[in-house]
T-cell receptor, first 113, second 112 residues
């Protein structure tokens, strides 16, 4: 059974600081996703990582994937208040089609002035 | 283009009742997936449909069922509701079954 673990589960940061969220998964995968969820809202897709060594960046967020270590990271650079949200990683088992993802429990990020 | 639309947005049901949740995918999308998100947890996969056929089922009891219609819209049905069924139910659609799934805003179900 595929398990996805994120850490930390809660993160409080000062504006302007950098930090990294980690996502570990238990079985082979070739598709990993990062989503953002604001309170009471749906999931917003941030990144799709499809191969070992993949790195994607959008604004102050950068995601990477190491399939050999079964690890993805979401790095936050110079945090701003607007980044406050819950971030989820999700993984598709290798050999399965997308749309049946296993999610982690999320990292709730609070950025303080 | 309209995104994935779900209805209703909120509803309250009593234990033992039945509920039907609806999802309209993005135009041109033929695959729909359903997820349950309990407060404080990540979404959990329930069903996937593609071209009106079930293509996957998560670890949920038989009280949960779904179907996809010829226009690719979908319904999720839950019978004999339990308090533990209270959650945000999310629908996501994709053109095929590739990685480009877009989520709807969800239906928040409260069972009392």
């Amino acid at each position: 059974e595929l398990k996805v673990e994120q850490n930390p589960l809660f993160l409080s940061m000062q504006e302007g600081k950098n930090y990294t969220i980690y996502c570990n998964y238990s079985t082979t995968s070739d598709r990993l996703y990062w989503y953002r969820q604001d309170p009471g809202k749906s999931l917003e897709s941030l990144f799709v990582l499809l191969s070992n060594g993949a790195v994607k960046q959008e604004g102050r967020l950068m995601a990477s994937l190491d399939t050999k270590a079964r690890l993805s990271t979401l790095h936050i650079t110079a945090a701003v208040h607007d980044l406050s949200a819950t971030y989820f990683c999700a993984v598709d088992e290798v050999g399965t089609n997308a749309g049946k993802s296993t999610f982690g429990d999320g990292t709730t990020l609070t950025v303080k002035p | 283009d309209a995104g994935v639309t779900q209805s209703p947005t909120h509803l309250i049901k009593t234990r033992g009742q039945h509920v039907t949740l609806r999802c309209s995918p993005i135009s041109g999308h033929k695959s729909v997936s359903w997820y349950q998100q309990v407060l404080g947890q990540g979404p959990q996969f329930i069903f996937q449909y593609y071209e009106k056929e079930e293509r996957g089922r998560g670890n949920f009891p038989d009280r949960f069922s779904a179907r996809q219609f010829p226009n690719y819209s979908s319904e999720l049905n839950v019978n004999a509701l339990l308090l533990g069924d209270s959650a945000l139910y999310l629908c996501a659609s994709s053109r095929t079954m590739d990685y480009g799934y877009t989520f709807g805003s969800g239906t928040r179900l409260t069972v009392v």
